[in-house]
Nanobody, 123 residues
């Protein structure tokens, strides 16, 4: 299984970025997919999650600004990030899971992780 994240970069506050995560080696449509982020000296935390059936969850800090979506035909999950602010600066990771007793926001529930992509928002 491979998850390849891309789309990070440097953007000014108020700008937008779209992250992509291409999956291979798994039945993508059967997996819930999450985006996490890890800022400097902070723990990795959930940003958004989309279940195999398309149900979406968002961290309170990104609700109304970020949108998670998936294209099962392309084995890809996306994170559209709008109205970015410097607090969004972090390394962003995609992750995949099937059924887990852990909640969707718990990193322990995800056996598969992408390599991370850096997002930097300047003020």
């Amino acid at each position: 299984v491979q998850l390849q994240a891309s789309g990070g970069g440097l953007v000014q506050a108020g700008g937008s970025l779209r992250l992509s995560c291409a999956a291979s080696g798994l039945i993508f449509s059967a997996y819930g997919m999450g985006w996490f982020r890890q800022a400097l000296r902070k723990a990795r935390a959930i940003v958004a999650y989309i279940s195999a059936t398309g149900v979406r969850y968002y961290a309170d800090s990104v609700k109304g600004r970020f949108t998670i979506s998936r294209d099962n035909a392309k084995n890809t999950v996306y994170l559209q990030m709008d109205s970015l602010n410097p607090e969004d600066t972090a390394v962003y990771y995609c992750a995949g899971r099937q059924y887990s007793s852990n909640s969707y926001f718990n990193t322990d529930g995800y056996p598969y992780w992408g390599q991370g992509t850096q997002v930097t928002v300047s003020s």
